[in-house]
C-alpha cells in the first residue's frame, strides 16, 4: 500500500506508521539544529549526514532504517511542497519499507529512497545535491536547477 503527500490526499493508512517515524525523527534533528529548513540548500546538511552514516557501518540498523527512511522522505516532500504537480508517494506494508518517491501528474518519477541508498554506498559518485538539482530540472523548475547547480561548484 502507498501513501501519498502532495495535492493528492493520503492514499491508504498502512504507511502513516512510516511517515509518523520519518517526521518524528525529523522533528527531532531539526530541534537539535539540523539545517532542514524546506530550501534546496539544506540538501548539502542531508550529504553530510548520509556522508557520515556511510563512514560509520557499525551504526545500529533500527537508527539507521529510521534516518534512511526520515532523509529520503524529506526530499520528496521537498519536491512535492515546492514543485507543481509533485507528490511524494511512500510505499510500504505496516513498518516495512519499500520505496519513497517524488512523483509529477506528467509521470516524471524521482526514487528518492533509492538516492540515499547509493548515496550511502559511494557519496562523491551520487551526490545527492546533483540528484536534486536534476529532479528540479525534471519537474520544470529551470532556475532553481541552475542555482542549485551553481552552489554546487561553489562548494566543490
Known amino acids: 500500500m502507498s501513501v501519498s503527500i502532495g495535492p493528492a490526499a493520503y492514499d491508504a493508512v498502512v504507511s502513516d506508521q512510516l511517515l509518523a517515524e520519518a517526521h518524528r525523527f525529523l522533528d527531532w534533528a531539526r530541534g537539535e ?13 542531508v550529504q553530510g549526514v548520509v556522508e557520515s552514516m556511510a563512514e560509520d557501518p557499525d551504526e545500529k ?5 529510521v534516518k534512511v527512511l526520515a532523509y529520503s522522505v ?38 528518492t529512497l533509492n538516492w540515499i541508498y547509493n548515496c550511502l554506498e ?33 562548494h566543490g
Do not use: W
Request: proline share 3%; net charge negative; glycine share 8%.
Open 74 to 111: 524529506y526530499l520528496a516532500e521537498l519536491l512535492a511542497k515546492t514543485c507543481t504537480g509533485v507528490r511524494c508517494v511512500i510505499d510500504g506494508e505496516s513498518m516495512r519499507l519499500d520505496d519513497v518517491r517524488a512523483v509529477s501528474d506528467t509521470g516524471v518519477t524521482q526514487f
Open 61 to 65: 540498523p533500527s537508527l539507521r532504517a
Open 33 to 45: 539544529g539540523a539545517n532542514l529548513d524546506g530550501t534546496d540548500p539544506s540538501v548539502f546538511f
Open 122 to 154: 559511494d557519496p562523491d559518485a551520487d551526490n545527492l545535491g546533483f540528484k536534486l538539482a536534476g529532479a528540479l530540472r525534471d519537474f520544470g523548475e529551470q532556475d532553481r536547477a541552475h542555482y542549485l547547480t551553481e552552489l554546487l561548484d561553489y
